[in-house]
């Protein structure tokens, strides 16, 4: 593999940014230092560039199998790195859904072909597999999903004694999405039954509401504090639901974590208007007091991490009616310009950003040597340009499905390089196809 010198890079790291020279070799981080002079494969002269650990998304969909008209991993997986995300963790609502041992290691042996960046999938949890479920390697996956809402297929897990047995029994971290899907029925019954099918995507945040929410989050932590299950609940999307959460235990000591998704921390309820179904997901973006209150949960620790939600459909799914439209949208390839984008408006520091898109990804899954600059750890590294503004537009759009909710806004932050387990995976602007990531491990 190649040796890589990074050389007079701002470092963002553990807290700190300083000034250093970074050397990369077969494939790992191998010392950090000033005015490091020896030969290398390739230099890169990083002055005026911020040097950050490469971001880990805990949550994506990259449509693989069966739904490859919306997105593959290859093309979710480029879209990633050039966002400087290195490394996913994806979802089981594909289609077979990933409910058995074979279905997963599918998935695994597709992105060992063709993922750019480093990769791991969730075990999906059903009403009927719990058997399934409890054979999972903890070592090399990354965890079990649990939908305690509205899902795609047999994923629905509402059988209040397999909900039980699940967060008793898990073996492994559970990752929920929670939303109470009565009372999200009964929301949409009263509206339809005022408006027919002419329902507003601004109503979207009313169907699936606060009350929906909470009542979701709340059980499961209730269940997590009766089994001492360790429980990370998804993007929470409500002030309401960070009041759940510790700030005060230790982050690697945590039973209980929390994940913010960028589109949360971005959009509010008034976007709907020009938006419209191009910001509809699930959970729904809310009121701009719900997105201020969820930063400040992300700034203060309630919630430990931010990701994407990355959940691509096609042009024409999204332009139909609110009903009909499903919900999701592409996330990968803009989530770390937008959040240093909140950097320029000093709503969160370069240093938390570091913390939230890797380090604490990284503990709370208990990732090895990833999420970090250190020596000896994986070079997953991503250097940014702070001062080079651009244009989301069709033109430099990487997602398969070739649009996205950031159309028309200037970032005025933009990547630089990419590396993806030591290899550059991402340059000024261009994919350097060739090495495939790498299988993330656990410590467990």
Not at 2 to 11: D, F, G
Not at 163 to 173: E, Y
């Amino acid at each position: 593999m190649a040796k890589i010198l990074i050389k007079s890079a701002t470092v963002v790291n553990e807290g700190r940014q300083y000034v250093t020279d970074v050397l990369v070799k077969d494939g790992f981080i191998e010392r950090i230092d000033k005015n490091i002079d020896t030969a290398a494969d390739e230099v890169i002269n990083a002055e005026g560039l911020h040097l950050l650990p490469g971001c880990i998304d805990d949550q994506v969909h990259f449509r693989e199998p069966g739904l490859i008209h919306k997105a593959n991993i290859r093309s979710e997986a480029r879209a990633a790195v050039a966002g400087g995300i290195t490394s996913f963790m994806e979802m089981p609502n594909t289609v077979p859904n990933t409910l058995t041992q074979k279905l997963l290691e599918d998935k695994y042996e597709i992105a060992s072909r063709s993922s750019l960046a480093n990769y791991s999938f969730f075990m999906g949890a059903s009403n009927d597999n719990l058997d399934e479920v409890l054979r999972t390697d903890t070592a090399n996956v990354c965890g079990i999903k649990v939908f305690m809402g509205s899902s795609t297929g047999n994923m629905l897990v509402d059988n209040p004694r397999t909900l039980d047995n699940l967060f008793a029994q898990s073996p492994m971290l559970v990752a929920v999405h929670c939303e109470d899907e009565a009372t999200i029925q009964s929301n949409l019954n009263h509206y339809k039954q005022l408006m027919g099918q002419n329902i507003p995507v601004r109503l979207h945040p009313k169907i699936r509401s606060e009350e929906a929410c909470y009542l979701s989050s709340s059980l499961a932590v209730e269940l997590a504090k009766k089994h001492n299950t360790r429980l990370h609940i998804l993007h929470i999307s409500t002030a309401k639901e960070t009041q759940l959460f510790d700030n005060k235990t230790p982050l690697k000591d945590k039973r209980i974590t929390a994940e913010a998704c960028v589109h949360h921390l971005w959009f509010s309820d008034a976007d709907y208007e020009t938006k419209g179904n191009f910001i509809k997901w699930n959970p729904a973006i809310k009121t701009s007091d719900d997105r201020d209150a969820i930063l400040q949960a992300v700034l203060n620790g309630h919630i430990d991490v931010i990701a994407t939600d990355h959940a691509p459909h096609t042009l024409d799914e999204k332009e139909l009616p609110y009903l009909q439209a499903p919900s999701g949208g592409p996330l990968v390839q803009h989530a770390l310009p937008a959040m240093l984008e909140l950097y320029h408006h000093n709503k969160i520091s370069l240093e938390q950003i570091a913390e939230k898109m890797a380090h604490n990804v990284a503990t709370c899954f208990q990732i090895d040597k990833r999420g970090f600059i250190r020596e000896g750890y994986w070079a997953d590294l991503v250097l940014v340009n702070l001062n080079k503004p651009w244009n989301v537009n069709k033109g430099n759009i990487l997602y398969h499905c070739g649009w996205s909710p950031f159309e028309g806004t200037t970032f005025r932050s933009q990547i630089a390089y990419t590396l993806v387990s030591g290899n550059i995976a991402f340059a000024n602007g261009s994919i350097i196809e060739g090495k495939a990531g790498k299988r993330l491990n656990f410590n467990r």
